[in-house]
């Protein structure tokens, strides 16, 4: 039993146990050793019992880096066959992880005005903050509002590729390079977005939004350029081959997502959908409105799909062109400098998987798809025989993580968590913690930034033990850490810094 929360939960293993529901429903899995276990307060408990406990739900998963959300915990999992859920997606649509793996040595990065000329670089040409973008820096990669239209559409088509200087061959190291409409073709995005685009409060803010393709966003969005340590095991060492990663090598960490697109078309299906539920007099799930949810195969189900997969196309391009702005950053630094896509892999989506052998929508919120080497949807890419590459964020003094799947993981619905999770609330962080000392820290590690004062909402005290974290996943059998990455610098939404 958890000492803080006093929730009975079954261990069934050093780092898993199972969390019963009421009226003898299927439990909750929950991943985490007892100290993380220990980490889940009052509130997402609640929730996490509340979304089992939902219309239609089937599944529910706690990872260890489970906080309170909106609806469903962040760092959980919801399978649904017969519903979609908003809320268990999360406002940020597709907010995803990607990693650049550069042709450097760690040694071309060690010394600081090489480092903050790396940053000035990619000030110029990514922008960060809620609300900005291309026209706020000077070497932004213009886009049209017919190129975004056909970006929000198409996802990272050759074409749109093309169009923004991003390599095609990218699309291959994606996720999911394209997301479609609800019946499955590009047509229906084109529609819903004509359709959307009669409301004039979409259609004013749609060329504004597409505008800030190619940036990162504000709060815990995030670049940051990483030294890569490959584990010393011989799997760990053909896997990271595999995936392109060097030991000692320059690479490059971007966590962003749909950032004001994905918003909008999030906050207008909770209105639309709440409104459905008032006018109809459905009840909402423990009486949470972000637990509004719609039969699949409904107009409003429908409608909530293809506005998921209109912010989930923008994260993609969002995502590879930060990552090709990234590349030209270095090689106007460090000239000859050659990248590639290592992966680019979301944890706030749903998608349709084969689970217990059936098809479910499987709702990740704050949670990363896993899956292992054979796994039936990895058939014919490049990850087909290794499982592909998971990016887990930790901070950027205590580094991150690329793993990768294990057999074990259909424990977890093939999911893992998103990073390290929240352990302060952003105003507890602001009362708690002291600004001169978390700059100070930075210092000491020999970390740049791009801030004058690093977001103290966003200082590492502010997250769970990240360590304990990755050994959770692993002790229950998840997944397998295949290289740490040390940041030399960061990238975040704050003032430009003076070395």
């Known amino acids: 039993m958890s000492s803080e929360t006093g929730v009975p939960f079954v261990a069934t293993g050093e780092a898993t146990a199972i969390l019963p529901v009421p009226d003898d429903q299927r439990p909750i899995t929950v991943i985490g050793t007892e100290s993380m276990r220990q980490t889940f307060d009052a509130g997402c408990i609640k929730q996490a019992i509340n979304a089992a406990t939902s219309p239609g739900v089937s599944r529910v998963v706690l990872n260890p880096d489970a906080h309170v959300g909106y609806g469903a915990p962040v760092g959980c999992v919801m399978t649904s066959r017969s519903h979609i ?8 649509i597709k907010c995803s992880m990607s990693l650049l793996a550069l042709d450097l040595d760690e040694e071309a990065v060690a010394d600081r005005p090489t480092r903050r000329a790396l940053i000035n670089a990619i000030c110029e040409r990514t922008p960060t903050g809620a609300g900005r973008g291309q026209r706020s820096v000077r070497k932004a990669r213009a886009v049209s509002p017919a190129l975004g239209t056909q970006a929000v559409t198409e996802g990272a088509s050759q074409e749109v590729c093309e169009a923004l200087g991003i390599p095609p061959e990218w699309a291959q190291r994606c996720e999911d390079s394209a997301h479609t409409g609800h019946d499955g073709s590009r047509d229906a995005l084109a529609e819903r977005l004509r359709v959307l685009n009669r409301e004039s409060r979409f259609c004013e803010r749609f060329a504004g939004k597409i505008r800030q393709l190619g940036s990162y966003g504000g709060g815990n969005h995030f670049g940051e350029c990483e030294i890569t340590r490959v584990g010393q095991g011989s799997r760990q060492q053909r896997i990271a081959e595999a995936f392109g990663l060097r030991d000692g090598g320059v690479a ?4 962003c997502g749909s950032r004001g697109l994905g918003h909008d078309l999030a906050d207008g299906q909770f209105r639309s959908l709440l409104k459905h539920f008032t006018d109809w007099g459905i009840p909402l799930p423990a009486g949470d409105r972000h637990m509004v949810h719609a039969p699949l195969g409904s107009a409003e189900a429908n409608a909530y799909l293809d506005d998921m997969a209109l912010g989930a196309n923008f994260a993609t391009v969002n995502h590879l062109l930060i990552n090709g702005l990234i590349l030209e950053a270095f090689q106007e630094v460090i ?3 050659t990248g590639w896509l290592v992966y680019f892999i979301s944890h706030n989506i749903a998608r349709q998987e084969p689970i217990d052998s059936r098809l479910e929508w499987v709702h990740r919120k704050g949670a990363t798809r896993a899956f292992p080497a054979g796994h039936p949807c990895l058939k014919g890419t490049l990850f087909e025989d290794t499982g592909h590459p998971i990016l887990l964020p930790g901070n950027p003094q205590a580094g991150s993580a690329v793993m990768v799947a ?10 893992v968590n998103h990073g390290a999770g929240r352990i ?7 009362r708690t913690l002291d600004q001169q ?3 100070a820290s930075f210092e000491q590690r020999d970390i740049l930034t791009n801030c004058r004062t690093y977001p103290i909402d966003e200082a ?4 769970k033990d990240f360590d304990e974290v990755l050994r959770s996943v692993e002790l229950a059998g998840l997944a397998t850490q295949v290289a740490r990455l040390e940041a030399r610098f960061v990238i975040k939404d704050g003032d430009k810094a003076d070395d």
């Open 252 to 255: 490059f960490l971007s966590h």
């Open 406 to 415: 294990d057999a074990g993981a259909e424990l977890s619905c093939f999911s």
């Open 437 to 439: 000392a978390v700059d």
């Open 460 to 463: 590492p005290a502010a997250y």
């Open 85 to 92: 859920y908003p809320g268990p997606v999360g406002v940020d």
């Open 424 to 430: 302060m609330g952003r105003k507890a962080a602001g």
């Open 335 to 337: 000239p000859g400098t």
